[in-house]
């Protein structure tokens, strides 16, 4: 079983070489040093455990209106999630997206696009289940991503979270 280590808001983000992109992180859009991420331990013991794939840099994960049935987890490099051509947050190494569709089933809520080439796990509601009957501490954090963006949509309303 795995102890899940979160980070903070205020601790470190995983650094890695891909996430230093040429942009730097704009103030007043939310991103994932002020979400729940997981540690740099966890990205590994993921990316040992699940298969991943990578996207180039500019290239979307998935787009606002598509439909979709899982949630992804960013293991490297930096992608921007957008809604209705609006930016909502910057994803960096550890945060989870798609969350609300692995749940309910649906059009996806955001767009995302790779700002550096990615690297990404897909987890479906099968290895979702798997990873919680295994490491019931995932639960209460992809609850916590889900909490902390419900939260600012509310401060945002006519832009849908991530």
């Known amino acids: 079983m795995w102890i899940l280590s979160l980070l903070k808001p205020d601790s470190q983000a995983p650094t890695h070489a891909s996430e230093q992109a040429d942009d730097p992180l704009p103030a007043s859009i939310p991103y994932s040093r002020d979400s729940v991420c997981l540690s740099p331990i966890e990205l590994m013991r993921f990316s040992r455990a699940y298969p991943s794939f990578r996207i180039a840099n500019g290239r979307s994960l998935f787009r606002e209106g598509t439909w979709g049935n899982s949630m992804y987890l960013l293991i490297d490099g930096r992608a921007e999630a957008s809604a209705q051509d609006h930016l909502v947050e910057v994803l960096l190494p550890g945060t989870l997206i798609g969350e609300t569709s ?36 995932f639960a209460a954090f992809a609850m916590r991503v889900l909490t902390k963006r419900l939260q600012s949509a509310a401060l945002s309303p006519d832009i849908p979270p991530p």
Do not use: K, M
Request: glycine share 2%; proline share 11%; aromatic share 8%.
């Open 102 to 137: 692995l749940l309910t089933p649906g059009p996806r809520p955001v767009t995302v696009i790779a700002r550096t080439h990615c690297e990404f796990i897909e987890i479906n509601e099968q290895a979702f289940y798997a990873i919680i009957r295994d490491t019931p501490e």
